[in-house]
C-alpha cells in the first residue's frame, strides 16, 4: 500500500503540478480534501484546492516540484519537496518581479480509498516571501 501511495503523489507532482494539468486532481484528491498550512490557512474541498493551486501556477508559470525524498506507511506518506520557479504573476499582495526563487516544504498526507484525503504542509513561505521581495535574512538596523 505505501508503495501505490507515494506513486499517487509522483503521479500528481509530474501530470498535475509540474504539467500544470490541474484536473489531475479530480484523480487524485477526494471531493472533500482538506489542506492545512499555516501561511495560507485552511482549503477545504477538492474545488478550493484547484483553485489553490492554479493561484500559485499562474503566479509561477514554470513552477516546478522536485521530490526531494518520501517515506510511507500504511495511509500516510510524508513528502520533503523542493519547489521552483520564476515570479511572474501576482502572488500574496506581491506584484511579478520576475525573480526566479527555491523554497523546501515538507507535506504530510493522509490517504483512503486510493484518493488524498488531508494534507497538513509546512512550507518555508518567509523564504519565498523575502525572495521575491527581495529583503534579506538578516537583522535590519
Not at 41 to 49: R, T
Not at 52 to 62: N, T
Request: charged fraction near 25%; proline fraction near 2%; aromatic fraction near 10%.
Amino acid at each position: 500500500m505505501s508503495e501505490i501511495n507515494k506513486a499517487l503523489l509522483h503521479r500528481w507532482c509530474d501530470e498535475g503540478f509540474n504539467k500544470g494539468n490541474v484536473d489531475v486532481a479530480d484523480e487524485v484528491y477526494h471531493a472533500n480534501v482538506s489542506y492545512y498550512e499555516p501561511a495560507a490557512g485552511e482549503v477545504k474541498g477538492l474545488k478550493a484546492l484547484k483553485e489553490f493551486v492554479s493561484s500559485w501556477l499562474a503566479a509561477f508559470p514554470d513552477a516546478k516540484l522536485k521530490i526531494e525524498e518520501q517515506v510511507a506507511e500504511g495511509d500516510r506518506v510524508a513528502t520533503r519537496w523542493t519547489f521552483t520557479g520564476t515570479h511572474r504573476g501576482r502572488f500574496r499582495g506581491v506584484s511579478p518581479t520576475g525573480k526566479q526563487i527555491s523554497m523546501g516544504a515538507m507535506y504530510f498526507y493522509r490517504i483512503a480509498g486510493g484518493k488524498i484525503v488531508e494534507i497538513r504542509a509546512i512550507v518555508d513561505s518567509l523564504s519565498l516571501l523575502r525572495q521575491i521581495e527581495g529583503l534579506s535574512g538578516g537583522k535590519t538596523a
